[in-house]
């Protein structure tokens, strides 16, 4: 059945206001419109297919103050992604956070160095 054929699209219109061009059912609508609550369950259905678990025992974050710290949280995100742990968008977040948190760690030892140096210049 061609759903381009007006005899055979749904006599039903969409909430603009524009008619249905969905194939008909032998009812004269299609399968949504003579279902109203079937596409809000199908959504719900596939909206839980995707959703991922949250983790059940973290691991607690290693410190985060050197490059060696940003470098094995982002191994242990990369193995909870792998592992399907972890939702890949949940991780994209995550890894930005860890670059910000890997371009502050050289200005924070810069201001260490700075305060190191004007305290022994006090004396």
Not at 14 to 33: I, Q, S
Request: a positive charge; one cysteine or more.
């Amino acid at each position: 059945m061609p759903a381009n054929n007006p005899e055979h699209c749904c006599k039903a219109t969409t909430k603009a206001g524009n008619p249905c061009r969905a194939a008909a059912t032998e009812g004269g609508l299609c399968f949504f419109h003579a279902n109203p609550n079937k596409a809000s369950e199908l959504g719900r259905i596939g909206g839980t297919r995707k959703r991922y678990a949250g983790r059940e025992s973290a691991d607690p974050l290693p410190r985060l103050d050197s490059a060696a710290g940003v470098r094995d949280a982002l191994a242990a995100l990369i193995a909870d992604v792998y592992a399907g742990r972890l939702n890949p968008k949940a991780a994209a977040s995550l890894a930005a956070l860890l670059s910000l948190q890997l371009r502050a760690i050289p200005a924070a030892d810069l201001e260490k160095q700075v305060k190191k140096l004007k305290f022994l210049d006090e004396f």
